[in-house]
């Protein structure tokens, strides 16, 4: 992209020193205002390219320009989300605060009851919607990034395919400029999605992730209206968040990889991303200034939205199951806790309501992003842990995250009892293979029972300083 003239069409005398590099993207995809074009009469685009006014081009980069020079994206997603966050908004007053850390220290002690608590859990706080919206935008931005640069890798190679072989040295630079321009562009739309998000949510793991670190935080803004809605004491709801906060927060304090399994998933999904660029098109093709004007709002509100594929959703149905474990387990754990509040059953079922359904805030992030966090099979979850801890006992119940092999499949959600069975089957079949590896070693030990593998085991376990496994060695080294 830094020698412009070696891209320029022969006898093409204009001087394109200041050429913008949006021009020379857009110019690729609809023809006029492109280099490497050879161009007819009337805008025609005679080697490539779709007929359009230059001067409608040029306005829609105008118009491009303005919505992405916003320069570092996380300060222009910052500035997005002050303009979007719902009003009223007000500072958190010193008693909202105090009432916050008494619901936590009353939290945890009700929950120490029930499960293993986590010693690294910094000091709870209490937000407003803006200081929600821009404390976890560093953790949105990292958990999206997958799926934002799928889509710019789908965009460079959408627009490679359109044009002709001549042109390839010019695309071949062009990834960084889309990838910065990608940037900009999901920085807005996730600026957008978190403002939107901050006008209902209630606290820091709401949606499964972590999305403070360490902190346990409540929405103190929202609640009261949460309360009224739900028809519940707002002190009461207060204790019940800060208990399924402390939950989220103990749960993945104590199974490091479960943060890990979680984005795991979400990469899968991000995986088979793609950009259907044929709305560009269909918007240049028309030569509509109208039409150019939605076109370019669109692209702050979604145009570039992944495209769900069959592969796609598999990867978010595994997505929304592992969620829905994770919200199940705290939702048994809670209740359970908070067993001395009048109106936890209430709470209970309005707060998995809440999660059955997708809110216009949370349709507008899925939008905006590409995918949806929320567990739809919360309820499925939680009979499978009620069944765990009423056989077995909070051990039971607690034990399902100590290894990511023992986690519910869809099929333990569809057939609850039949988890215990399926894994006892699982680990029967690992039992033989563990007797089966002793009794290659144990072979291997007797005379005459020498084989190549058990030499290679031996060989393996020749470690200086141990004994036996020299002994054993001597005699490899004997034979």
């Known amino acids: 992209?830094?020698?412009?003239?070696?891209?320029?069409?022969?006898?093409?005398?204009s001087d394109d020193g200041d050429q913008n590099p949006f021009e020379q993207m857009f110019g690729m995809v609809f023809g006029p205002g492109g280099q490497g074009f050879p161009f007819g009469a009337g805008g025609q685009a005679g080697g490539g390219g779709m007929p359009f006014d230059p001067s409608m081009l040029q306005g829609m980069i105008g118009q491009l320009q303005g919505m992405l020079s916003g320069g570092d994206p996380k300060a222009a997603a910052q500035r997005v989300i002050d303009q979007n966050v719902p009003t009223p908004d007000p500072a958190i007053s010193a008693e909202l605060s105090k009432n916050t850390a008494d619901a936590f220290r009353l939290a945890e002690l009700w929950l120490e009851r029930v499960t293993d608590p986590a010693t690294d859990v910094a000091e709870p706080q209490a937000l407003n919607r803006a200081a929600w919206a821009k404390g976890s935008l560093d953790e949105w931005r990292r958990v999206a990034d997958p799926v934002r640069r799928n889509m710019s890798e789908s965009m460079v190679e959408g627009l490679g395919e359109q044009l002709p072989p001549e042109m390839?040295?010019?695309?071949?630079?062009?990834?960084?400029?889309?990838?910065?321009?990608?940037?900009?562009?999901?920085?807005?739309?996730?600026?957008?999605?978190?403002?939107?998000?901050?006008?209902?949510v209630l606290s820091g793991t709401e949606f499964g992730l972590p999305l403070f670190g360490h902190s346990p935080v409540l929405v103190e803004a929202n609640l009261p209206g949460a309360a009224a809605e739900m028809e519940v004491d707002p002190s009461q709801l207060r204790i019940w968040l800060a208990a399924r906060e402390l939950a989220h927060l103990w749960l993945f304090a104590q199974n490091p990889w479960l943060r890990g399994h979680v984005e795991t998933a979400l990469a899968k999904y991000a995986a088979g991303v793609q950009v259907d660029l044929s709305r560009i098109q269909d918007a240049a093709a028309s030569g509509d200034p109208a039409e150019m004007q939605r076109m370019s709002e669109d692209l702050r509100s979604g145009l570039l939205a992944p495209q769900t594929t069959e592969s796609q959703k598999e990867a978010l149905s595994a997505l929304e199951n592992l969620l829905s474990v994770i919200a199940g387990w705290s939702d048994v754990v809670v209740y359970s806790a908070c067993e001395a509040l009048e109106d936890r059953d209430a709470i209970r079922e309005a707060l998995r309501s809440r999660s059955a359904s997708e809110s216009e805030?949370?349709?507008?992030?899925?939008?905006?992003?590409?995918?949806?966090?929320?567990?739809r099979r919360l309820r499925d979850a939680a009979a499978l842990f009620t069944f765990l801890e009423q056989k077995s006992g909070p051990e039971s119940r607690d034990g399902v995250f100590h290894h990511p092999d023992v986690l519910p499949t869809t099929q333990d959600l569809d057939d609850p009892l039949g988890y215990e069975e399926r894994r006892r089957s699982d680990w029967s079949s690992e039992s033989s293979l563990d007797e089966a590896l002793e009794r290659i070693l144990r072979e291997a030990d007797e005379p005459g029972g020498e084989t190549s593998g058990g030499d290679a085991l031996r060989d393996g376990d020749d470690t200086p300083g141990d004994e036996g496994t020299g002994d054993r060695g001597d005699s490899s080294s004997d034979d």
């Open 1 to 13: 992209m830094s020698d412009k003239n070696d891209d320029r069409t022969p006898g093409d005398d």
């Open 168 to 200: 390839a040295q010019l695309m071949s630079g062009a990834g960084q400029m889309i990838n910065s321009m990608s940037q900009s562009m999901f920085s807005l739309q996730i600026g957008e999605a978190v403002a939107a998000l901050s006008g209902a």
């Open 361 to 375: 805030a949370e349709a507008a992030f899925a939008s905006h992003i590409g995918f949806s966090l929320r567990p």
